[in-house]
């Protein structure tokens, strides 16, 4: 028995189907879908298409995903396996984190790691400049690879969004006067950037995992 999926759409558009841009097999066969499906699949893909709003990188690590969870879990991790981020001390707030983006010579960084440990979801929201508006947030994902692999270890999934701000510095009394450059300035390298520091992550943690090291050192905790 088919449940009434879409019902109230249907009602309000007076015809079953109508939704511009809706795809489903009941007003669209496959003989109609898969020329569509086709055309989506490029060969060659312009850099703006995949890394314009989103830019999303994944990969499968050797390690057990609650390890994995902790270690990424600590904002200190990011001092070991992010290509610039280094000197975390805590302030005076609770959670968050002064540390110095290298990218922008001696730009100051704010990092508040919010996560959970059920979903094993670790969000880093952070800020060039200021504590007071964290608007740089990198959403990571770690999955048992058991489930999707069928294979011991994690898979990482690691998702950042074009906010506004990359653009145009939205606190530029807050920078210092002779920084040359902006965190935005850098967004079409993020793809790449991002994918070289999970392999850094993918380096790291394999390593001790291997060796039989705690996967989060004796340093963090």
Aim: a negative charge; charged letters at 20%.
């Amino acid at each position: 028995m088919s449940l009434p999926a879409l019902a109230d759409i249907n009602d309000h558009t007076g015809t079953p189907g109508s939704l511009d841009g809706l795809i489903r097999v009941e007003t669209s066969p496959r003989e109609v879908a898969t020329p569509i499906i086709m055309e989506m699949m490029r060969s060659v893909y312009p850099h703006d298409v995949v890394f314009g709003n989103y830019c999303t990188v994944n990969d499968y690590i050797d390690c057990p995903p609650d390890e994995l969870f902790d270690y990424l879990a600590d904002t200190r991790s990011l001092e070991e396996w992010t290509y610039s981020l280094r000197g975390f001390t805590p302030t005076d707030e609770a959670g968050l984190w002064l540390a110095y983006d290298r990218l922008g010579s001696e730009t100051k960084i704010y990092t508040r790691t919010e996560f959970n440990r059920e979903a094993r979801t670790v969000d880093y929201h952070c800020a060039w400049d200021q504590p007071d508006h964290l608007w740089m947030i990198y959403l990571i994902r770690v999955v048992d690879a058991q489930l999707v692999f069928n294979k011991p270890g994690s898979v990482v999934l690691w998702t950042n969004c074009h906010h506004p701000f990359y653009d145009e510095n939205p606190y530029p009394d807050t920078a210092p006067p002779e920084r040359p450059v902006w965190v935005g300035d850098f967004w079409d390298m993020f793809g790449a950037g991002h994918l070289l520091e999970l392999k850094n992550l993918k380096a790291i943690a394999e390593y001790r995992h291997h060796n039989g090291l705690p996967v989060t050192p004796a340093w963090m905790q």
